[in-house]
């Protein structure tokens, strides 16, 4: 089984930036895609980026192309999310999520067997 640990969130202005972080405990952290997932209160999860074993690859949400960025260090066992010019409609709590190699359907959360606690983000208007 994998463990997943987010970190980072917080509380950010509108039009700020904020490094998400996943850190796995995986034995092979490069055999596993990852993907990143939000929950408003109230609403769906919906998907926000996802990523290939390698790296190779980044998928995005229509929403958030052009102002988030999904990058992985395989030697550090972490993936990341990098999100710039925030807006109020991002916040959320974000999840790190993995699967056991690729897949042809990164936006669907059940993809995905393994789940992080989720981090908040939360940006001010």
């Known amino acids: 089984q994998v463990q997943l640990v987010e970190s980072g969130g917080g509380l950010v202005q509108a039009g700020g930036s904020l490094r998400l972080s996943c850190a796995a405990s995986?034995?092979?952290?490069?055999?596993?895609?990852m993907g990143w997932f939000r929950q408003a209160p109230g609403k769906e999860r919906e998907f926000v980026a996802a990523?290939?074993?390698?790296?190779?690859?980044?998928y995005y949400a229509d929403s958030v192309k052009g102002r988030i960025t999904i990058s992985r260090d395989n030697a550090k066992n972490t993936v990341y999310l990098q999100m710039n010019s925030l807006k109020p409609e991002d916040t959320a709590v974000y999840y790190c999520?993995?699967?056991?190699?690729?897949?042809?359907?990164?936006?669907?959360?059940?993809?995905?067997?393994?789940w992080g606690q989720g981090t908040q983000v939360t940006v001010s208007s």
């Open positions: 999520a993995a699967r056991a190699g690729d897949t042809y359907y990164y936006t669907r959360g059940r993809e995905y067997a393994y």
């Open positions: 990523i290939t074993r390698s790296g190779g690859s980044t």
């Open positions: 995986a034995r092979t952290f490069s055999t596993y895609a």
